[in-house]
């Protein structure tokens, strides 16, 4: 990162700033004319420390990640399309409020990673 040594004081102060104050790589990225790998290895240059997100901003980021996944999806029950959350989300809130569903009374249930059975949201 040689081009580092070009950067004047402000945008120094200006990068350290950004990367204190938990602005995503991403926009720092934009903001300095960097990639996002490029955010990170300049933070290593300046030694910057690691920086703690403060808990909202961390849900907030997780969650545009699960919606990502959000899609329409056919629901297996009643074979309608609805919104769903993501590639687990496979039963329509319709069908999740009919007893059926809440007493575990169908074929359908999520087999988690481990071989249990999740329950159904
Ligand atoms: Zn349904």
Same mark, same amino acid.
């Given at each position: ?39 990170? =290895?300049? %933070? ?7 920086? @703690?997100? +403060?808990? &909202? !901003?961390?849900?907030?980021? $997780? ?36 007893? =059926?569903? %809440? ?7 999520? @087999?988690? +990673?481990? &071989? !249990?059975?999740?329950?159904? $949201?």
């Amino acid at each position: 990162m040689t081009r580092l040594k070009s950067w004047s004081e402000l945008k120094r102060r200006q990068f350290a700033g950004a990367w204190n104050a938990c602005v995503p790589a991403g926009d720092m990225g934009r903001m300095f004319g960097l990639s996002e790998a490029g955010v990170y =290895a300049v %933070r290593r240059e300046f030694g910057l420390p690691d920086r @703690v997100m +403060p808990r &909202g !901003r961390a849900a907030v980021l $997780r969650d545009a990640a699960i919606n990502k996944f959000a899609d329409h999806r056919r629901c297996l029950m009643c074979n309608e399309t609805f919104r769903s959350d993501g590639p687990g989300n496979r039963i329509c809130r319709g069908c999740k409020d009919t007893p =059926a569903w %809440r007493e575990g009374q169908t074929d359908y249930s999520m @087999v988690l +990673p481990d &071989g !249990r059975k999740g329950e159904g $949201r």
